[in-house]
T-cell receptor, first 114, second 112 residues
Framework: DVKVTQSSRYLVKRTGEKVFLECVQD?????MFWYRQDPGLGLRLIYF???????EKGDIPEGYSVSREKKERFSLILESASTNQTSMYLC?????????????FGQGTRLTVV | DQQVKQNSPSLSVQEGRISILNCDYT??????FLWYKKYPAEGPTFLIS?????DKNEDGRFTVFLNKSAKHLSLHIVPSQPGDSAVYFC???????????FGQGTTLQVKP
């Protein structure tokens, strides 16, 4: 059974802290994504990675960075957390190659920055 | 600039009737379109997809229609069930990049 695991369901961090959100997939997918979900705005793409050590900015990369040192793990880093980064963060792993793309999501991390 | 748009934030239908969720897009370079369903406090789950070279795909109660000339797709759920109540997201993949872009979502409520 396909699995995407995010390290935390709920996090509370202070303004200015460096925050790491971890995501692990067991499907050997090349493509992995980080989104944030906010009411009325849907899922907005922060960063994605199509291979180890490869990354691309999404639509809202400001204030974030990512790391992909191993194929199964994609980390989202908030360099200096701010209150406007309070959100639900969702990681996805996506089938690639000639297959019809299908994204498998983790359960989400609800981050609150105080 | 929102490349995938769901202009209806919410939809309410009676159990047993048809639910129609709509999605518009602006980029002609999308090669696949997908629909996802999301319950609160869970990650989205895949429902159905359609290639840009098709105009219809059906899977059980779910059918997706694609109108390329209008850059519009719709998800039909027949018959609707109370368990279908959730947020539905339309998404599209950008050809050659693997980039997956989502719309804003539509909250569907199916009343018993």
């Amino acid at each position: 059974d396909v699995k995407v695991t995010q390290s935390s369901r709920y996090l509370v961090k202070r303004t200015g802290e460096k925050v790491f959100l971890e995501c692990v997939q067991d499907m050997d997918h090349e493509n992995m994504f980080w989104y944030r979900q906010d009411p009325g705005l849907g899922l907005r793409l922060i960063y994605f990675s199509y291979d180890v050590k490869m990354k691309e900015k999404g639509d809202i990369p400001e204030g974030y960075s990512v790391s992909r040192e191993k194929k199964e793990r994609f980390s989202l880093i908030l360099e200096s957390a701010s209150t406007n980064q309070t959100s639900m963060y969702l990681c996805a792993s996506v089938t690639g190659g000639a297959r019809v793309p299908e994204a498998f999501f983790g359960q989400g991390t609800r981050l609150t920055v105080v | 600039d929102q490349q995938v748009k769901q202009n209806s934030p919410s939809l309410s239908v009676q159990e047993g009737r048809i639910s129609i969720l709509n999605c518009d897009y602006t980029n002609s370079m999308f090669d696949y379109f997908l629909w996802y369903k999301k319950y609160p406090a869970e990650g989205p789950t895949f429902l159905i997809s359609i290639s840009s070279i098709k105009d219809k795909n059906e899977d059980g109660r779910f059918t997706v229609f694609l109108n390329k000339s209008a850059k519009h797709l719709s998800l039909h759920i027949v018959p609707s069930q109370p368990g279908d109540s959730a947020v539905y997201f339309c998404a599209a993949t950008l050809r050659g990049t693997g980039k997956l872009i989502f719309g804003q979502g539509t909250t569907l409520q199916v009343k018993p």
